[in-house]
Structures are given as C-alpha cells and as structure tokens.
C-alpha cells in the first residue's frame, strides 16, 4: 500500500499563492504517475493537474493552465503544486494521488491522501 499526505493548504484572498505538497510512502515512489484533484464545495472531484513518474509529462486542467504548476522531486517522495493568482473558484479540497500511468481521469489512480483545504476569498 502507498499512503499520501497533503499539506499547504489555508486561507488567503484572491491574487494570493499557495504551495500544496504531498509526500508518499510504502513503495517506490518513482513507479508512479502523481495527480492533484479538487472538490469544490457541493461539487463532484475534478482533475487539476498530473505528472509522470520521471516527470517528463505534465497536464493541467484548462482552468488552470498558466497559474499552477505541478513538480515532483523523486529523491524526497513529493509532488507539488505550485498555485499562484489564485481566484475563488479555486476554492476547494485537494487530493493528491498516485497511479500507474499519468492521466486525467480518476479512476486511474490507485491511492488518495486525505485532502487538504484551500480557501479563497474576494
């Protein structure tokens, strides 16, 4: 099993960044594809953005291409999100997962961390 951490998340106001990280453990971390994903409040979970294993490959959700960036750094077991001029349609729980194959769609994804909070306001 691999289990995942979230962390970064908080209050801030529209314009602000935040730096989301999530640290894996139980395996290899380099086998696998990482993703983030949100659930807005009321609202089903959405992709955000991806990484492959080496990091090579990357994909973002429309909404959200040119203002956040994912990364990882192997040799730490993280992966990161980068968001800057965050809006509150931001405003959401985010996931951290891990997989075989980096992808948008959820189900492609084996292990979730418990979601860390970001909240933004006008």
């Known amino acids: 099993q691999v289990q995942l951490v979230e962390s970064g998340g908080g209050l801030v106001q529209a314009g602000d960044s935040l730096r989301l990280s999530c640290v894996a453990s139980?395996?290899?971390?380099?086998?696998?594809?990482m993703g983030w994903f949100r659930q807005p409040p009321g609202t089903e979970r959405s992709f955000v953005a991806a990484?492959?294993?080496?990091?090579?490959?990357?994909f973002y959700a429309d909404s959200v291409k040119g203002r956040f960036t994912i990364s990882r750094e192997n040799a730490k077991n993280t992966v990161t999100l980068q968001m800057n001029s965050l809006e509150p349609d931001d405003t959401a729980v985010y996931y951290c997962?891990?997989?075989?194959?980096?992808?948008?769609?959820?189900?492609?994804?084996?292990?979730w961390g418990q979601g860390t909070q970001v909240t933004v306001s006008s």
């Open positions: 997962a891990a997989g075989r194959t980096t992808d948008r769609e959820q189900n492609e994804y084996d292990y």
């Open positions: 990484i492959s294993s080496l990091g090579v490959t990357r």
């Open positions: 139980g395996r290899t971390f380099t086998r696998f594809a």
